[in-house]
């Protein structure tokens, strides 16, 4: 599984590039704030969700630390998916959040 620190996913953001991230913490968790451009499905809707994504994106998971986006990425990455686990997570970002 590929992996991406929280500074890398910051600056590549930063720099103007377009990432397509996914947030799978739970609704109350996303409450206190997401990356702006961030999808939101909580983890346990992955599996039910994943025909609204495109096999040939690539995708960076987040959630609060990096454990729940590990499952996600492995999850998707099973299922032909190209993924990134974002390191970390939203505990470590600096970034601006959408509240």
């Known amino acids: 599984m590929k992996t991406m620190t929280v500074k890398e996913v910051e600056q590549k953001l930063?720099?103007?590039?377009?990432?397509?991230?996914?947030?799978?913490?739970?609704?109350?968790?996303?409450?206190?704030?997401?990356?702006?451009?961030?999808?939101?499905?909580?983890?346990?809707?992955?599996?039910f969700r994943?025909?609204?994504l495109d096999k040939k994106k690539e995708y960076v998971m987040?959630?609060?630390?990096?454990?729940?986006?590990?499952?996600?990425?492995?999850?998707?990455e099973s299922q032909g998916f190209n993924v990134i686990n974002m390191l970390?997570?939203?505990?470590?970002w600096e970034g601006p959040i959408d509240k």
């Open 14 to 47: 930063a720099a103007g590039e377009q990432l397509n991230m996914i947030d799978v913490r739970e609704v109350d968790e996303v409450k206190e704030g997401k990356i702006p451009s961030a999808i939101h499905i909580p983890l346990g809707l992955i599996e």
């Open 50 to 52: 994943m025909h609204e």
């Open 62 to 76: 987040v959630c609060r630390s990096g454990n729940r986006s590990g499952l996600a990425a492995r999850f998707l």
């Open 88 to 92: 970390g997570g939203m505990m470590n």
